[in-house]
């Protein structure tokens, strides 16, 4: 089964950029759909965008559209997530997770996930 480690997280003022980076290992890419997910203290797991192998069915949950971009190369079995224009409200631990199927547009139930990123935006 595929393994996922996130990376790129950080400290950043409001306004400022991150990207994070996934890695995929343990299975063909071209297997899943690919996801990032992020958790603030003391909310649920929230879904933010997802992305196919071939680059399509891509989607933003509405609070991220315009701001984060998500992209992948895959060579590189990577997939990115430009967040742009950040605010402190972005603040949680991001998480890359993938599937074999594609969920509905909210669902967290993926069955693959990293152990997560820590993104920190002050005001």
């Known amino acids: 089964q595929v393994q996922l480690v996130e990376s790129g997280g950080g400290s950043v003022q409001a306004g400022g950029s991150l990207r994070l980076s996934c890695v995929a290992s343990g299975d063909r890419r071209d297997r899943y759909y690919m996801g990032w997910f992020r958790q603030a203290p003391g909310k649920e797991r929230e879904w933010v965008a997802r992305?196919?192998?071939?680059?399509?069915?891509?989607a933003y949950t509405d609070s991220v559209a315009g701001r984060f971009t998500i992209s992948q190369d895959n060579a590189k079995n990577t997939v990115y997530l430009q967040m742009n224009s950040l605010v402190p409200d972005d603040t949680a631990m991001y998480y890359c997770?993938?599937?074999?199927?594609?969920?509905?547009?909210?669902?967290?139930?993926?069955?693959?996930w990293g152990q997560g990123t820590q993104v920190t935006v002050s005001s």
């Open positions: 997770a993938a599937d074999r199927i594609l969920r509905p547009l909210t669902s967290t139930g993926w069955a693959h």
């Open positions: 992305i196919s192998y071939a680059g399509d069915f891509i």
